[in-house]
């Protein structure tokens, strides 16, 4: 190749780069320059991109909600319920009487198998039964399915959140979904593992009916009970219960408290999947027909005689957490070899993170439904709360200082109780609270719709999405609208119960932000000369490159050519 | 007050037994059919008698499955009534559900045995008079994922429903990964190979 060329070619790369530089922003060049020209011309940022339309939300989803109000069924008092989604009041009255003492109309407005609980023989003639028969199945929710990536049986603790997590259940009856159609699990299925109540001195036979594709155990822990083969330890007092086997623990409380009971195989695992539930024993009263299912947790529509002395309502707050690293693995394949090898030895959780935290199985909003502790003042509501999150539980009570009564099951001395607003529940640990709401500046500031959260931020968030978490509210009646949902002052709430929101598709502040001040940016556009310039000296460089390249193409040709005639014979 | 509830018991059990219903500690079995014709049966054709045996044992023979049927596909003529003898070999509930049934015959298109432990029960229902394939399986969580899949074919089916062990595969499948062992690498490098000469060869016998 001629040389002159490719000199030219190099100055000209050279003189088109210095000219883009120039254009783009000349002090990268040179650091002053605008010293000497003067500032600059004044360049709009790009305009904010439209406000998202807000997709229509459903607040408050119940289809029934005259089970809001209070029932006597069976002869059983059931309390009323402010919740959104409350409980079926025919399920409360079958966990109270037992499954076995129902008449079958009742049983029928219920999903429970016929010997979910059998309660029989009053031993100590003090008017209620001492003979109970507790069965337990084992159910996964948000699942593979090897005919569509739809998970089952569906189960949302946020909007359109489905980690994959393993319950205990009380044993049901006929479909796990709700239809053939709606994937979704029925009522019965959900997170938290039921909480289970019994009576002190009562003759419990807790019956593990191992529905799950895994082997489980139950661990008592806590729980007065004797060691061999009721210890739900794999490596000392019994061997798993493998799928499609049952285990029968038999137990005879001395002790009442807040306990609680959860699976023994692989714990870091199988507890971390949601095998975890409260199991309270209730002081032994006369006529004290507890009720021995509290499906969901929340507020206790039939709280226990000794409770109700001291109390006018009663409510199980169980706090978790999932990792999305071990919630997903059931969710990617179906061949429970490979689920098995993923999650026994795969997953190590000493790496692991917590991205969804829950109260009573939901995250905010979803807690607005069901799990608000409605209060009028100068009440006194019993909490009962467990922690089943890795990490200790800060949980503060905005407005309130509450009386801590109970720890693990065991009361505190009366003289010795602290009342404070933030409490400390270390893993597994379980506290009593007495919120009392007399307005005095020191237990209650006034009536109130007062949130009550973990006051770890990262547990206010769905995977890093606020307001999410375990975020819930201590609520005045008066606050209520007729749905059953806190109304106050405060901002809109209806982005937060949308799928978008949490996939970070909506500004956080849209609805409150009229002027668009925190919209989201729109992307730059060729909107002036310079640009223009700018892009046109991009190409004509790209050129000039183009042909260098050429040229060196040329070159080492020519060398390849002249060496072939030397040296190689071709054909 | 008991005497009360009693009547109350046996209108109720008089009122479900017309739904179709039998339930007890022992299970369930819903919208039977022993005597109504399908639309377009003249006469019940035959009568055929099955027995399902459900259990962990039955899933052996499918790798990766937990629960299984002891067979997972039925085949019936149309308009036939078919007896079905359910037995449960486990400890924990299953069921045989039948879904798609004409709904004038069984509410919500279904047809279900339920044992809620060890034990067996019967049960019967009538074919259709449409060719059709239809959906059994036990509906506990997971349990049809990990294997309780089956299908009942009417006068020959309507074709084949995915993931029935043994007979169809999943749609959403799961990955496995290459046996890397010398046997296998050499049979696939032998067939790879046997794929490259043919095409060289080819060429060369075009060029020719």
Known sequence: MKKIPVIGLVISAMVLSTVALFLYDPSLVYARFFEYTGMPAYQAAPNSKPKPEIPPAIICDEDYPEWRKAYTIGGVNIQASDACNPDNPYEVAAF???????IMPVLMRTQLSDDAVIKTNDRDGDGDPDDIIIRIEVVELNGRSPDSSELVPGFEIAPGIKPGAWVFAPKSRGMSTVNRDDLNANHLLRLPSAPIRVEAGDNVTLILENTHYFPHTIHLHGVDHSFE???????????????????IYKIKPRHAGTMLYHCHVQVQVHMMMGLQGFFIVEENKPNNWVQTFNVGAGKVRKPSVAVLEDYAQEYDLHYQAIDTDLSDMIQ??????????????????TDGTDDYFMLNGRSFPYTLR???????????????????????????????????????????NPLAQ??????????????????????????????????????????????????????????YRKYLNKDAMPSGQGVNLTPYFTPEYYNREIPSWTLSDAFGFFDDVGDRRIDNYKDVLLVIVLGALAAVLFLLLVAFYGFFRGIAIKLNSAGVNDE | MNKFLLLLFLLFLTTTSQAGMRMGEWGMVMNENHDKLPQGCAEIAGEENITIKAGREYAKEFPGTIFGYSQHEFKFPKCTKVNVTFINEDDIRHQFMIHGLPTYLHSEGMFHMELYGRGETKGSFITPKTEE????????????????????????????????????????????????????????????????????????????
């Open chain 1, 229 to 247: 083969n009721n210890d739900g330890v794999p490596q000392t007092s019994e061997e798993m219960t493998m799928p499609g086997e049952q285990h």
């Open chain 1, 332 to 349: 990617e394949s179906n061949d429970v070899r490979q689920l098995a090898k993923s999650m026994n030895r795969l997953y190590d959780i």
């Open chain 1, 96 to 102: 109270v009487r037992g499954t076995n003492n129902v």
């Open chain 1, 370 to 412: 069901e799990s608000l502790i409605t209060v009028e003042p100068n009440q006194h509501t019993k909490l009962r709360i467990l922690n089943g999150m890795p990490d200790t539980l800060s949980l503060h009570t905005h407005g309130h200082k509450a009386t801590i009564t109970a720890y693990d099951g065991v009361d505190v």
């Open chain 1, 418 to 475: 602290i009342t404070r607003d933030v409490y400390s529940v270390t893993a597994a640990q379980r506290i009593d609270l007495d919120l009392y709401t007399k307005d005095d500046g020191l237990h209650s500031y006034g009536a109130g719709m007062w949130l009550m959260h973990d006051h770890a931020e990262r547990a206010i968030t769905t995977d890093g999405m606020a307001p999410g978490g375990n975020v819930s509210q201590i609520v």
């Open chain 2, 133 to 208: 394939t239809y959906l059994a399986h036990c509906d506990i969580a997971q349990h049809m994922e990990k294997g309780m899949k089956a299908q009942v074919l009417v006068g020959g089916g309507s074709g084949n429903l995915p993931s029935i062990p043994g007979i169809t595969g999943q749609l959403n499948k799961d990955r496995y990964d290459l046996d890397t062992s010398i046997s296998n690498l050499a049979i696939i490098a032998v067939l790879f190979l046997l794929g490259f000469v043919i095409s060289i060869f080819l060429v060369i016998q075009r060029k020719k």
